[in-house]
């Protein structure tokens, strides 16, 4: 309901630069057969370095503006298949109105079964990345990489859940 609403779309702080200038990240989407069921998963885009560009309240911007150089980025890997949010923002809706679905979402986006990871890169001035987020649907093993969408070839990055992060502090 609100995964692709109005978050923002510049991840740098001052004032808007022009496109040639910047480089851009986008959300990744994937498509994958688990257990006989055609479902997918995408990488939202939560927080760039220190800005925050997306939460489930105002919305997972699809595309992100930022300077070129080194950024790591925070991703909400959304499993379909293992997400309750949706359903209950519209059941709450169908009893509640908006607020019954805010209600209501927010207590299923709370004890949701998703993951969030940090991913490291290099950015290049003009050019255009896709991060994605790609489960093994045998092993359920999770892949977070970044694409030059030029060439559709991986770049290097590095990754990290992040509540591993949070542990080593």
Not at 11 to 23: C, F, I, Q
Not at 117 to 141: M, N, Q, R, W
Request: glycine share 8%; with cysteine; aromatic share 8%.
């Amino acid at each position: 309901m609100t995964f692709y609403s109005c978050g923002s779309t510049k991840g740098y702080v001052g004032p808007r630069l022009e496109s040639t200038s910047l480089a851009t990240i986008n959300q990744g989407t994937n498509k994958l057969t688990i257990d006989k069921r055609k479902t997918q998963e995408t990488a939202l885009l939560i927080q760039v370095d220190s800005i925050s560009v997306g939460d489930y309240f105002k919305g997972y911007p699809t595309h992100c503006s930022i300077l070129p150089g080194s950024h790591t980025v925070e991703i909400r890997h959304l499993q379909k298949w293992n997400d309750h949010s949706t359903d209950a923002a519209i059941m709450g809706g169908l009893f509640g109105g908006i607020i019954g679905a805010a209600v209501a979402g927010s207590i299923a986006e709370s004890s949701n079964t998703h993951k969030h990871y940090l991913i490291t890169f290099d950015a290049v001035v003009g050019h255009s990345y896709t991060i994605k987020a790609v489960t093994d649907p045998e092993t359920l093993d999770v892949d977070i990489y970044v694409s030059d969408d030029s060439n559709g070839e991986r770049i290097e990055s590095t990754f990290v859940l992040k509540e591993d992060e949070k542990r080593k502090e």
